[in-house]
């Protein structure tokens, strides 16, 4: 009797391909680590790669698969690395385990993050392009200097918060100064590592996948497409943009509190969260094509690690690096190579029963 062929939808092998190079990745670097042969360099980039291609990938929903140009990206990321790296501190010395106190600061940087994604993304429906690109620029830059600003303690009395001077805070002989103006945080806890970076960016991928590939998403994609045919057949065009910012400024907050837990000081600088730092991840998305959550996560972490591994060559560095974003534009944006990248598909990667022995599976 035979058997029914087993089919898969181009999705499902597009997702599959995608995990499995998640995988390889994982595996790979383990491999590398266990072996010894990585360089003290190189293991100071692990987090950062998972670290930016976690914001890569969230940014993608915004630009890719909604459609709008968002360039406030790295403030998201502030608010989530402060929230983070705040309640860490504050619970230091706590009773409990330590990687309990990391999830909830995990879960606070990306719940906080995200309902500044909410918050911004309520004023700024009905903008587009340009308009658009510009505000959540200036977001990103109030919420850097607003940082830079605050100063706020704790007591027996409870907390305190000042916007001028520490001074001001009137703070108890047995109180303590937790986020010190542009001095930032100190003393936050070293949780992250390669495993913890690596977990969140799978989790962000499958959820970005998922939603995608949803009823949500396919909505989402509609109104990219053409917003005027979208409202017209009864897509509530509000209610999707909150759903996408928000989700996108969670994933961001994550990844700041990531990366603030893999630094013993925290500064609102515009190296780490300026315009600087959105453009940087804006890069990513576009290299990687616009759209594709795969090429998100791998732009982020090629181009991440590419200048280190150019350091070598010297006063070169830059140069060379400048030229492989160049070529690696015009090959994204070529359609022999699109069109070739799309017949590599998962039946010609497994070979399988029925092609063996040319009979069903």
Same mark, same amino acid.
């Given at each position: $009797?035979?058997?029914?062929?087993?089919?898969?939808?181009?999705?499902?092998?597009?997702n599959?391909?995608?995990?499995?190079?998640?995988?390889?990745?994982?595996?790979f670097?383990?491999?590398?680590?266990?072996?010894?042969?990585?360089?003290?360099?190189?293991?100071g980039?692990? !987090?950062?790669?998972?670290?930016?291609?976690?914001?890569?990938?969230?940014?993608?929903?915004?630009?890719?698969?909604?459609?709008?140009? *968002?360039?406030?990206?790295?403030?998201?990321?502030?608010?989530? &690395?402060?929230?983070?790296?705040?309640? *860490?501190?504050?619970?230091?010395?706590?009773?409990?385990?330590?990687?309990?106190?990391?999830?909830?600061?995990?879960?606070?940087?990306?719940?906080?993050?995200?309902?500044?994604?909410?918050l911004?993304?309520?004023?700024?429906?009905?903008?587009?392009?340009?308009?658009?690109?510009?505000?959540?620029?200036?977001?990103?830059?109030?919420?850097?200097?607003?940082?830079?600003?605050?100063?706020?303690?704790?007591?027996?009395?409870?907390?305190?918060?000042?916007?001028?001077?520490?001074?001001?805070?009137?703070l108890?002989?047995?109180?303590?100064?937790?986020?010190?103006?542009?001095?930032?945080?100190?003393g936050t806890?070293?949780?992250? /590592?390669? !495993?913890?970076?690596?977990?969140?960016?799978?989790?962000? !991928?499958?959820? *970005?996948?998922?939603?995608?590939?949803?009823?949500?998403?396919? &909505?989402?994609?509609?109104?990219?497409?053409n917003r005027?045919?979208?409202?017209?057949?009864?897509?509530?065009? &509000?209610?999707?943009?909150?759903?996408i910012?928000?989700?996108? &400024?969670?994933?961001?907050?994550?990844?700041?509190?990531?990366?603030?837990?893999n630094?013993? *000081?925290?500064?609102?600088?515009?190296?780490?969260?300026?315009?600087? $730092?959105?453009? $940087?991840?804006?890069?990513? !998305?576009?290299?990687?094509?616009?759209?594709s959550?795969?090429?998100?996560?791998?732009?982020?972490?090629?181009?991440?690690?590419?200048?280190?591994?150019?350091?070598?060559?010297?006063?070169y560095?830059?140069l060379?690096?400048?030229?492989?974003?160049?070529i690696? $534009?015009?090959? /994204?944006?070529?359609e022999?190579?699109?069109?070739?990248?799309k017949?590599?598909?998962?039946?010609?990667?497994?070979?399988?029963?029925?092609?063996?022995?040319?009979?069903?599976?």
């Amino acid at each position: $009797m035979a058997k029914k062929s087993i089919k898969l939808s181009s999705t499902s092998k597009n997702n599959i391909v995608t995990y499995a190079i998640l995988a390889a990745i994982f595996i790979f670097v383990e491999v590398w680590t266990a072996t010894g042969n990585i360089s003290s360099l190189f293991k100071g980039l692990l !987090v950062p790669l998972c670290t930016y291609a976690i914001l890569a990938v969230s940014l993608n929903l915004v630009v890719g698969i909604l459609g709008d140009l *968002s360039l406030g990206h790295a403030g998201f990321m502030c608010v989530g &690395a402060y929230t983070g790296a705040f309640f *860490s501190v504050l619970f230091k010395n706590s009773e409990g385990p330590e990687w309990l106190r990391f999830v909830i600061a995990l879960l606070l940087g990306g719940i906080v993050a995200g309902i500044f994604g909410l918050l911004i993304a309520i004023p700024v429906l009905r903008l587009k392009g340009d308009y658009l690109a510009i505000v959540t620029l200036a977001f990103g830059e109030i919420i850097k200097n607003i940082v830079n600003l605050l100063y706020v303690g704790v007591d027996s009395k409870g907390l305190h918060i000042s916007l001028t001077n520490s001074a001001n805070l009137n703070l108890e002989p047995d109180g303590r100064m937790i986020i010190k103006g542009a001095l930032g945080i100190t003393g936050t806890p070293n949780d992250s /590592n390669f !495993v913890v970076g690596f977990i969140l960016l799978v989790i962000t !991928v499958i959820v *970005s996948l998922n939603l995608i590939n949803s009823r949500t998403g396919r &909505a989402v994609m509609s109104i990219r497409d053409n917003r005027i045919a979208a409202q017209s057949i009864g897509i509530n065009i &509000a209610k999707y943009k909150l759903i996408i910012f928000t989700i996108s &400024a969670f994933f961001a907050g994550i990844a700041g509190v990531l990366y603030a837990h893999n630094i013993n *000081s925290l500064t609102a600088t515009t190296k780490n969260f300026g315009y600087n $730092m959105s453009i $940087m991840i804006l890069v990513f !998305v576009v290299l990687g094509g616009i759209g594709s959550t795969r090429g998100s996560f791998i732009a982020a972490m090629i181009l991440t690690a590419l200048p280190e591994m150019l350091r070598s060559v010297g006063d070169y560095r830059m140069l060379i690096y400048a030229l492989l974003l160049i070529i690696m $534009m015009i090959a /994204n944006n070529n359609e022999k190579i699109r069109s070739f990248e799309k017949r590599i598909s998962l039946k010609k990667l497994i070979k399988t029963k029925k092609e063996n022995r040319g009979g069903n599976v």
